[in-house]
Nanobody, 123 residues
Framework: VQLQACGGGLVQAGGSLRLSCAAS????????MGWFRQAPGSEREFVAA????????YYEDSVKGRFTISRDNAKSTVYLQMNSLKPEDTAVYYC?????????????????WGQGTQVTVSS
């Protein structure tokens, strides 16, 4: 599986962005997908995940109610709608396939990381 993330950019606090992650290769609809982010000097952390059918979603506490993960299996694409953005959301955002055993929240459960897209939120 190859993943291509896009949609990042510079936005003011309170603004919105929609990230997309397009997959190619193996059957996208068979895999759970996740978004992670990494700020400078910090570990890569879980943001959101969605199961393969799109029927279940999972969020890190600080983004609940502001971010929404979704997927379109016909387009082999997963999305992350980010609203009410805060400066602390500034990071490189990565999409990945939940490929190994582990919970949706565990970085070690994911593989086939995309190249990342930069999100910068100004105050």
């Amino acid at each position: 599986v190859q993943l291509q993330a896009c949609g990042g950019g510079l936005v003011q606090a309170g603004g919105s962005l929609r990230l997309s992650c397009a997959a190619s290769g193996r059957i996208f609809s068979s895999y759970d997908m996740g978004w992670f982010r990494q700020a400078p000097g910090s570990e890569r952390e879980f943001v959101a995940a969605i199961n393969y059918r799109g029927s279940r979603t999972y969020y890190e506490d600080s983004v609940k109610g502001r971010f929404t993960i979704s997927r379109d299996n016909a387009k082999s694409t997963v999305y992350l709608q980010m609203n009410s953005l805060k400066p602390e959301d500034t990071a490189v955002y990565y999409c990945a396939v939940r490929y190994y055993s582990g919970t949706y929240y565990q970085r070690s459960a994911y593989a086939y990381w995309g190249q990342g897209t930069q999100v910068t939120v100004s105050s």
